[in-house]
């Protein structure tokens, strides 16, 4: 882990950009972070659009993190933003909006091939930034994962066992097979949907909020469209945080 | 209005109970409601299982609405409690209790039967007690209802323009003819619904929530039965009246 930049803002939370290997990533601490008085972590996830178009609404759950006592981490996923380009992920995107555009349905062999290999490469990527933020004096645990593509989120939830609480985002397509890690999944989840988001199917939401195994989980539904999500979700999603980090 | 007792707790909430002509009621107001510093009023909905069976779930209800500024009242719905028994009322129960015994499936005549002349006759009674607390000059306004039969719940959000906000508990039958009145409803809504409810099927109320008219309507759902409500969902329907009635 290189840390290539640091600022603190007027909060006192520190925001270091840092790279690891290839992996552009940034990292948040509140002003009480110490390593005497080691906080809390809230993984940060993100849809493949880049860190940079993301970065308002990352900061701005940084710094409810912060507000919190807990620091934030994220990194880029492969393929997005300054990473170097990749093409088969490419090229499902472009037959997802050739298929969108045309107002075919969206078939499950294009959806795996837009998530899986996505998941697969993600996750190890999303572990390495944990061993490495988790190694800072100044950063404890427990961990929580919060947002992103939700396939990323499940198989972090189910093979990371520093994770032990997720807060996701109902509002991506979700390979078949994921709906079998779901069931395996036990940590307690909140889980976001978008009553009508236009890229989301409703149905198969409250199917895989169903099939989650984890005794204790939520689902918090508002209405609007994938971005119109209202900040009493975003402070609920930061009370079941509280509640299962502190 | 008759007040008929008094009493206030270690933190300054003032509980009287009344009659309001043949039915029984509580008010509880904050020990900072006053004249001169009216506060609103949230109206607490129940089950038809009688007002002292209730009792220590409604005070702690209206402890939390008193923490958070409201004054908060309930009245016993009709055939409860101490009020006469109503014979068309024990007759639909005893046989939802055969029919649910038996195993048959619940008809939609049963369900007609058991909430359409509860709802005719308790929301009128619910109005006349709005009336009558509206009257006082320690409560203000604006009024929110929470919980009990969402049929109730959703009729009073229909005709009452004085409630402005709802929070409803997907947890008993709701005729057919409800969902209609539920498409013209326009306030603020928050649905709570226990997602494997004994007593309630889960698709219906999940098409509720998608029927309701209004334009900020979010639903949360929990794990576990009918009295499983988790602490974490009273404090998110508290957040919710705290953003609708200040």
Same mark, same amino acid.
């Given at each position: 882990?290189?840390?290539?930049?640091?600022?603190?803002?007027?909060?006192?939370?520190?925001?270091?950009?840092?790279?690891?290997?290839?992996?552009?990533?940034?990292?948040?601490?509140?002003?009480?972070?110490?390593?005497?008085?080691?906080?809390?972590?809230?993984?940060?996830?993100?849809?493949?659009?880049?860190?940079?178009?993301?970065?308002?609404?990352?900061?701005?759950?940084?710094?409810?993190?912060?507000?919190?006592?807990?620091?934030?981490?994220?990194?880029?996923?492969?393929?997005?933003?300054?990473?170097?380009?990749?093409?088969?992920?490419?090229?499902?995107?472009?037959?997802?909006?050739?298929?969108?555009?045309?107002?075919?349905?969206?078939?499950?062999?294009?959806?795996?091939?837009? =998530? #899986?290999?996505?998941? $697969?490469?993600?996750?190890?990527?999303? &572990? !390495? /930034? *944990? +061993?490495?933020?988790?190694?800072?004096?100044?950063?404890?645990?427990?961990?929580?994962?919060?947002?992103?593509?939700?396939?990323?989120?499940?198989?972090?939830?189910?093979?990371?066992?520093?994770?032990?609480?997720?807060?996701?985002?109902?509002?991506?397509?979700?390979?078949?097979?994921?709906?079998?890690?779901?069931?395996?999944?036990?940590?307690?989840?909140? =889980? #976001?949907?978008?009553? $009508?988001?236009?890229?989301?199917?409703? &149905? !198969? /939401? *409250? +199917?895989?909020?169903?099939?989650?195994?984890?005794?204790?989980?939520?689902?918090?539904?508002?209405?609007?469209?994938?971005?119109?999500?209202?900040?009493?979700?975003?402070?609920?999603?930061?009370?079941?945080?509280?509640?299962?980090?502190?």
């Amino acid at each position: 882990m290189h840390i290539i930049s640091e600022q603190r803002d007027d909060d006192g939370v520190l925001e270091r950009r840092f790279t690891l290997g290839e992996i552009p990533g940034i990292l948040w601490t509140p002003g009480s972070a110490s390593p005497s008085a080691p906080v809390p972590l809230i993984l940060l996830g993100l849809p493949p659009l880049g860190l940079d178009t993301m970065y308002p609404r990352l900061v701005a759950r940084a710094q409810q993190a912060a507000a919190d006592g807990f620091a934030a981490a994220t990194i880029e996923l492969p393929g997005s933003g300054a990473r170097p380009r990749w093409a088969a992920a490419d090229e499902a995107r472009a037959e997802l909006r050739r298929v969108m555009a045309a107002g075919e349905p969206v078939g499950d062999e294009l959806v795996d091939a837009l =998530v #899986l290999p996505l998941v $697969d490469k993600a996750v190890p990527e999303w &572990q !390495a /930034a *944990l +061993d490495a933020v988790l190694s800072l004096p100044e950063i404890g645990g427990p961990v929580g994962y919060s947002g992103g593509v939700i396939s990323i989120g499940i198989r972090l939830a189910l093979v990371e066992p520093r994770i032990v609480a997720a807060g996701l985002f109902a509002g991506s397509f979700v390979p078949r097979v994921m709906f079998e890690e779901a069931r395996r999944v036990t940590i307690p989840l909140h =889980v #976001l949907l978008q009553w $009508d988001d236009e890229g989301n199917d409703r &149905q !198969a /939401a *409250l +199917d895989l909020f169903d099939a989650f195994g984890s005794a204790e989980k939520s689902l918090l539904a508002n209405m609007g469209g994938h971005t119109g999500v209202p900040q009493s979700a975003g402070d609920a999603a930061a009370g079941f945080f509280a509640r299962h980090l502190r």
